[in-house]
């Protein structure tokens, strides 16, 4: 994934959860495409999951995409 040690180191997350993000994106990435937000929101909203798994799925995909923005990461469709 594309999660550098720049992201790590800058908003000091512990390495368990730099995992759970890394995992939680690798399942959207499954299972929607990344780069349409409305699909992503949509997929999460139709699985039945618990709402804090949920929240926990759309803030990783968040979590990725402001790494993106913020690092100036093109979306190329690869994430790892």
Known sequence: MFV???FKKKGAYAKSNIKAVRLRFASLAKNCLL???ELVKGFVAQKEFLNAFKERLLEAYECVLNSEMQNGFSSNGTYF
Do not use: M, Y
């Open 35 to 37: 780069d349409q937000p």
């Open 4 to 6: 550098k040690s720049k």
